[in-house]
């Protein structure tokens, strides 16, 4: 039976990955980042199916121990402090798991398990102002956001260590993937979310940014068939994994409101606040490297992503119980209140 590490398992990725992990009959670790408030909700149906070990990718020692307990065969590296807009407002925190992050895992593979195979979580973030479209394994990085340049030294430090050390180390460019598990604060279940709750009459309106912006967006089930593909390969390489297919925030909006029979010009206010110092106006992958080499393939378009999220919180937002069904109090960018949702999972 094979073994596999999955740093920040009880996120998007790591849950979808370890769901993936187990139909093939692996035996699943996953690495958490403790906190008072323990959130397992992505992960809540499999917790018996998994050994959850506690660590830090900011902490060599735990680290190295988590490796030493799961001794795994494969190891997939998805922690990090993924949200870009925070990355602003706490650099170094962001450098310490997303970039310095990276180094400790490798460290800890080429001393204690070597022959593991490792996946670290690269990200279309790290094109930034894209210097080409679309933008593939070979484009030049140009980040645009703390996180985008902590992700660049993850990826190059990855290579680093499979030139220096002959370690099976490859990196996955991944282009924006989501799901009814994605974070409130991301743009996607920020609006899907939003949408629900106006067509039920628990919301007025929806504060967004720069609605000219585009992205890649698949989904993440899809997307985590593709780590595991990179990693049953006979030379570790990297790969960029998108659609090759771009929308804007409006197509967004206008799929997601029109879909409960909704206007989204009726409901959307334009917010400065949340316009980006340095803004990433245009991100399109080309995956074919992916297809031709691991036979990978997204089976999720853009619209069935958005209405499966949309549906998803629609879900969710009728399973809340309160006196008055038009109050506004919950706080969705609150982990306490995203972890007592079952739906989500």
């Not at 894209?130 to 660049?152: C, D, I």
């Not at 997204?298 to 009728?318: A, C, H, P």
């Amino acid at each position: 039976m094979k073994r596999a590490l999955i740093t920040g398992i009880t996120g998007q990725d790591g849950s979808y990955l370890a769901e993936f992990l187990l139909g093939k009959g692996y035996r699943v670790y996953g690495l958490r980042r403790r906190t008072s408030t323990p959130n397992y909700t992505n992960i809540e149906h499999i917790l018996d199916k998994i050994e959850v070990i506690d660590g830090d990718l900011s902490d060599l020692s735990s680290v190295i121990r988590a490796l030493q307990m799961a001794d795994p065969d494969e190891v997939y590296n998805l922690g990090a402090q993924s949200y870009v807009e925070t990355s602003w407002l706490q650099p170094l925190l962001t450098s310490e798991l997303t970039a310095v992050g990276v180094t400790n895992m490798l460290e800890a593979v080429r001393l204690i398990k070597p022959s593991a195979r490792f996946y670290q979580a690269s990200s279309s973030e790290m094109f930034g102002k894209v210097l080409e479209t679309p933008q593939k394994e070979t484009t030049p990085f140009y980040p645009r956001s703390p996180y985008g340049v902590a992700k660049v030294y993850g990826h190059w430090m990855t290579v680093n260590y499979r030139e220096s050390f002959n370690l099976f180390a490859c990196s996955g460019i991944l282009f924006n993937h989501e799901s009814p598990r994605r974070g409130f604060e991301f743009v996607t279940r920020k609006v899907t979310n939003a949408v629900a709750r106006i067509k039920l009459g628990m919301q007025s309106e929806l504060r967004m940014g720069n609605l000219d912006a585009r992205r890649d967006w698949g989904f993440a089930g899809d997307y985590v068939q593709a780590m595991w593909l990179m990693l049953q390969q006979e030379k570790a390489n990297d790969y960029v994994i998108a659609t090759g297919e771009t929308h804007s925030v409006r197509e967004l909006l206008e799929v997601a409101f029109s879909y409960v029979g909704l206007d989204y010009r009726d409901y959307v206010v334009n917010d400065e606040k949340f316009h980006r110092p340095a803004e990433v106006d245009l991100l399109l992958g080309n995956p074919e490297k992916a297809v031709k080499q691991l036979g990978w393939e997204r089976k999720v378009g853009f619209m069935q992503l958005i209405q499966m999220m949309v549906d998803s919180d629609i879900r969710l937002n009728q399973a809340i119980t309160v006196s008055d069904p038009k109050q506004q109090g919950y706080d969705f960018h609150n982990p306490l209140v995203a972890a007592s949702w079952s739906e989500v999972v």
